[in-house]
T-cell receptor
Framework: DARVTQTPRHKVTEMGQEVTMRCQPI?????VFWYRQTMMQGLELLAY????????DSGMPKDRFSAEMPDATLATLKIQPSEPRDSAVYFC?????????????FGPGTRLTVL | AQSVTQLGSHVSVSEGALVLLRCNYS??????LFWYVQYPNQGLQLLLK??????LVKGINGFEAEFKKSETSFHLTKPSAHMSDAAEYFC?????????FGTGTRLQVFP
């Protein structure tokens, strides 16, 4: 049963600490998305990659957030330094092909709490 | 820019009753529209999508949605609610190659 995996599932940290979230896309998928979900803002696209190349990260605060794909099986989202307003659920999704019309498969999310 | 508006952040129905979740879109070009479902503590899952062709789209779990250009709507329906349908539902539209989600509607199903 192919699925997107995310680690950790929960993270509690203190303001100023570095946070790294990891995502393993479905094998064979070439597109990876990072979303953030909060009560106030809903679901926001932070960044996405195709064939490991970043295509758009305009939704991401550049000064503290960074997203990378070291290889085809791993995507990372880092926050440094973290702030309380970063508390949210962060979702990774993967898809295949080159069209947004193709289904995105979501992981279970990382629930981040920054104290 | 394309966007979607979901009317009603909460909807409650009795088991066996009709489910109707409303979504209106704004788009200057023919829209591509989606409905996703999120069960508690899980990621989103695609229910159905409209791209072109038939305006009545059937999805998983007995859900369907009808694209109505004249009303700029893409409402989600299910004839008979089941307890397992309790979840949050998101309407979404593609905007310059990105999925833009609505604010979501939480569906409660009472026995």
């Amino acid at each position: 049963d192919a699925r997107v995996t995310q680690t950790p599932r929960h993270k509690v940290t203190e303001m100023g600490q570095e946070v790294t979230m990891r995502c393993q896309p479905i094998l064979g998928h070439n597109t990876v998305f990072w979303y953030r979900q909060t009560m106030m803002q809903g679901l926001e696209l932070l960044a996405y990659f195709r064939n490991r190349a970043p295509l758009d990260d305009s939704g991401m605060p550049k000064d503290r957030f960074s997203a990378e794909m070291p290889d085809a099986t791993l995507a990372t989202l880092k926050i440094q330094p973290s702030e309380p307003r970063d508390s949210a659920v962060y979702f990774c999704a993967s898809g295949s092909g080159t069209s947004y019309l193709n289904e995105q498969f979501f992981g279970p999310g990382t629930r981040l709490t920054v104290l | 820019a394309q966007s979607v508006t979901q009317l009603g952040s909460h909807v409650s129905v009795s088991e066996g009753a009709l489910v109707l979740l409303r979504c209106n879109y704004s788009s200057s070009v023919p829209p591509y529209l989606f409905w996703y479902v999120q069960y508690p503590n899980q990621g989103l899952q695609l229910l159905l999508k409209y791209t072109t062709g038939a305006t009545l789209v059937k999805g998983i779990n007995g859900f369907e949605a009808e694209f109505k250009k004249s009303e700029t709507s893409f409402h989600l329906t299910k004839p008979s609610a089941h307890m397992s349908d309790a979840a949050e539902y998101f309407c979404a539209v593609i905007n310059t190659d990105k999925l833009i989600f609505g604010t979501g509607t939480r569906l409660q199903v009472f026995p």
